[in-house]
């Protein structure tokens, strides 16, 4: 078959996921405009044909159309196709997809999680290298504990706040895209 993908409609605008044999390649996230999206995903899957989905994709689809509504949706058992990616990459993908919603962690958590506290820079790679946006949540492992900018990883501090706030996992805050940007806007000064 090879490596098919779709732009898929979401409410945060049009996403993209490309699928293989073996399960989902990669997601990748609304840009500002479908072809900075779909420039980005074939950057990755140069060779991918879009197709129609087929009825499995088409509900993993509709499940993160969900979860980007900020609603509950399970995003855990989509299969993901990590054959070629570093052992040290799929290690820490699957710890990252253990974290629940509406909870984060620290990079230096999730470091002393794999045993070895020296590597928060090489995690922080990893997580910026990350294909499957949302399905591998790397928008819920934090540089420190309630900092939510960073290096930017799959849209940056703005797209982490909003999926955040949607999870419930900045406190006292809304699920509204104005909470979330008034969660990551610099505090104004006094004249």
Same mark, same amino acid.
Request: proline share 7%; hydrophobic share 40%.
């Given at each position: ?8 409609? *979401? ?5 993209? +996921? ?8 990669? &997601?990748?996230?609304?840009? &500002?405009?479908?072809?900075? *999206? ?14 129609? #989905? %087929? ?5 993993? +689809?509709?499940? +993160?159309g969900i979860a ?14 990590? /054959?070629?990616?570093? %052992?040290?990459? $799929? ?14 962690? *620290? ?5 002393? !999680?794999?045993? /070895? %506290?020296? +590597?928060?820079?090489?995690?922080? !790679? ?9 399905? &591998?949540? $790397?928008?819920? &492992? ?10 930017? *990883? ?10 955040? /706030?949607?999870?419930?996992?900045? %406190?006292?805050?809304? /699920? ?9 806007? #610099? #505090?104004?000064?006094?004249?």
């Amino acid at each position: 078959m090879g490596v098919a993908y779709t732009v898929f409609d *979401t409410a945060v605008g049009r996403c993209a +996921i490309a699928w293989g044999q073996n399960g989902v390649l990669g &997601v990748q996230l609304a840009d &500002v405009r479908e072809i900075e *999206t779909r420039r980005r995903l074939l950057r990755q899957f140069p060779e991918a044909r879009e197709l129609p #989905p %087929p009825a499995d994709v088409q509900y993993f +689809i509709d499940s +993160i159309g969900i979860a980007l509504r900020g609603q509950f949706a399970e995003l855990s058992d989509i299969p993901l196709d990590m /054959s070629d990616l570093s %052992p040290f990459d $799929c290690r820490i993908y699957e710890m990252v997809r253990r974290i629940p919603r509406g909870e984060t962690r *620290t990079r230096a958590e999730i470091a002393t !999680q794999v045993g /070895s %506290p020296g +590597i928060v820079h090489s995690l922080a !790679q990893a997580l910026a290298r990350n294909p499957f946006a949302l399905v &591998v949540p $790397c928008h819920r &492992v934090l540089e420190s504990a309630g900092r939510i900018d960073g290096i930017p *990883t799959n849209g940056g501090a703005m797209t982490r706040a909003r999926l955040l /706030s949607l999870e419930g996992a900045l %406190p006292s805050r809304g /699920s509204t895209l104005f909470d979330a940007l008034l969660s990551v806007a #610099p #505090p104004r000064q006094a004249h």
